[in-house]
């Protein structure tokens, strides 16, 4: 592990892969099999379950775990005590392991402070998920999502701001002029 800092509190499991520019703040554990790509920052007491793949440049603040199942592309931030699941019907004295269901957060996406992420579902690309949301389905690309259950109220650029489309379809980020198109409930930048 060239050029990765791990604090003397934190552990790194045997057989994880760990990307330079890596920093693994105070009191966290990486298990075995996890992947990390380079320039993530991982928060304090922060757990990576086994087996768990983190693209380039990934955020994640403190008090978060990352469970067996989920993948995060790059660019992905992962919001100050934001809670992911891996099973349905969770029972202390049922094993479940065989159950886990994949979680996939798509480039770019960001997952606010408190947010519940619900296994099984997918977060698009640059979605942007509300501080203390809970996230029962899938979300579209450029979503913004609030609430419980979250509830798509509109739609963000690669930037995070909120576009507002005009009556063809088109809105500009006005953060950086970037354009987007509404067509058929999805959005793309054009």
Request: hydrophobic share 35%; glycine share 12%; charged share 20%.
């Amino acid at each position: 592990m060239n050029n990765v800092f791990v604090h003397p509190s934190s552990y790194v499991d045997e057989g994880c892969e760990i990307g330079e520019g890596t920093k693994i703040w105070h009191f966290s554990h990486v298990m075995t099999g996890c992947k990390i790509g380079e320039n993530c920052n991982i928060g304090q007491n922060v757990v990576i379950s086994p087996d768990v793949v983190l693209g380039r440049n990934c955020k994640i603040q403190n008090n978060v775990s990352v469970y067996t199942g989920v993948r995060c592309e790059d660019d992905v931030f992962l919001g100050p005590s934001m809670v992911f699941t891996n099973v349905i019907n969770p029972r202390a004295a049922v094993s479940r392991k065989a159950e886990y269901r994949e979680t996939l957060i798509r480039k770019g996406a960001s997952v606010g402070a408190n947010a519940t992420i619900v296994c099984g579902h997918t977060l698009g690309e640059y979605c942007l998920i509300g501080a203390g949301s809970v996230v029962t389905k899938d979300v579209p690309a450029y979503a913004l999502m609030v609430g419980n259950p979250a509830r798509r109220t509109g739609w963000v650029s690669e930037h995070g701001e909120k576009l507002q489309f005009d009556a063809d379809g088109t809105a500009v980020c006005p953060a950086t002029g970037e354009k987007y198109r509404l067509k058929d409930g999805k959005v793309e930048k054009i």
